[in-house]
């Protein structure tokens, strides 16, 4: 069964608004989980890794005030999109690192359409 | 920095022919290989992993594949497709950065099973 599990999995939102995407880790406490962004037909892009109890880690070229990463529990990390825009429309993936091991966990996705 | 290229961004076999997915990957250091199946408007499913351990790897649903350190190659396999297959496949590689294993994702190959 599912190991991490994302909320929720389609958000339509008007422009200028915020939106915040769950991630938890369902049978494991993870104290590193990732986001990815994917765009249509693409492959996965790392934006950040969020580290609980610390100020996540961004990719070159991504906004930390834009995409905010909270990862306050051991199960829990959220990204909320601050003032979406248009080109912020994406599938957006999380992934946790099971403890003990090298395997990633990725939840399901987010679809987010901003209108 | 390492990288991962998959050779063919769309694959189409015949169902109960022979599947192979190409990868390729650079690395200064042993690498962590990864292969993923994505099925449409969904998360990333582990297929198989290989870590250092033996150079052919059996994963999930039938596939395989099989680490060439000479050819720096690490393709999927399975001996007979089914339309279940038919999926996007992504293959990966670790890389430890500032002490967190960060997966770096080739370009993805979408699997056609035709009947």
């Known amino acids: 069964g599912a190991v991490v599990s994302q909320h929720p999995s389609r958000v339509i939102c008007k422009s200028g608004t915020s939106v915040k995407i769950e991630c938890r880790s369902l049978?494991?406490?993870?104290?590193?989980m990732f986001w990815y962004r994917q765009f249509p037909k693409k492959s996965l892009m790392l934006m950040a890794t969020?580290?609980?109890?610390?100020?996540?880690?961004?990719e070159q070229g991504v906004e930390k005030d834009k995409f905010l990463i909270n990862h306050a529990s051991l199960t829990l990390s959220t990204l909320t999109v601050t003032s979406a825009h248009p080109e912020d429309s994406s599938f957006y993936i999380c992934?946790?690192?099971?403890?003990?091991?090298?395997?990633?966990?990725f939840g399901p996705g987010t679809r987010l359409t901003v209108l | 920095a390492q990288s991962v290229t998959q050779l063919g961004s769309h694959v189409s076999v015949s169902e109960g022919a022979l599947v192979l997915l190409r990868c390729n990957y650079s690395?200064?250091?042993?690498?962590?290989l990864f292969w993923y199946v994505q099925y449409p408007n969904q998360g990333l499913q582990l297929l198989l992993k290989?870590?250092?351990?033996?150079?052919l790897v059996k994963g999930i649903n039938g596939f395989e594949a099989e680490f060439k350190k000479s050819e720096t190659s690490f393709h999927l396999t399975k001996p007979s497709a089914h339309m279940s297959d038919a999926a996007e496949y992504f293959c990966?590689?670790?890389?430890?950065?500032?002490?967190?294993?960060?997966?770096?994702f080739g370009q993805g190959t979408r699997l056609t099973i035709n009947p």
């Open positions: 992934s946790a690192t099971r403890p003990g091991t090298d395997t990633q966990y």
């Open positions: 049978d494991f406490q993870a104290t590193t």
């Open positions: 969020s580290n609980e109890g610390s100020k996540a880690t961004y």
């Open positions: 690395s200064s250091v042993p690498p962590y």
């Open positions: 290989y870590t250092s351990a033996a150079t």
């Open positions: 990966a590689v670790s890389e430890l950065i500032q002490g967190a294993q960060k997966l770096v």
